[in-house]
């Protein structure tokens, strides 16, 4: 199982969909968003290449998380050792 460390700008932009999630669509929005982000990050973190490669920078994959919204991360094996 590998560690998922957010980057600062995941955590400001995760923050900004929760806010928008919370104030267009209610709190049972936000939580089923929160435990769809919280699923895929436990598949990274026991799975980290089971999502496809963007093709656009070298260990970057990419995951859906609803309809409008993926999940970019970097997972370069050599490192996580």
Do not use: C
Request: net charge positive; charged share 25%.
């Amino acid at each position: 199982m590998v560690e998922v460390i957010w980057s600062p700008l995941a955590i400001e932009t995760y923050d900004a969909i929760i806010e928008y999630l919370l104030e267009m669509f209610g709190e049972a929005s936000v939580k089923k968003f929160v435990q769809r982000v919280d699923n895929k990050i436990v598949l990274i973190a026991s799975r980290p290449t089971m999502f496809r490669l963007t093709g656009q920078r070298l260990h970057t994959y990419i995951t859906s998380v609803h309809k409008k919204t993926t999940l970019t991360y970097r997972y370069d094996p050599l490192k996580s050792n």
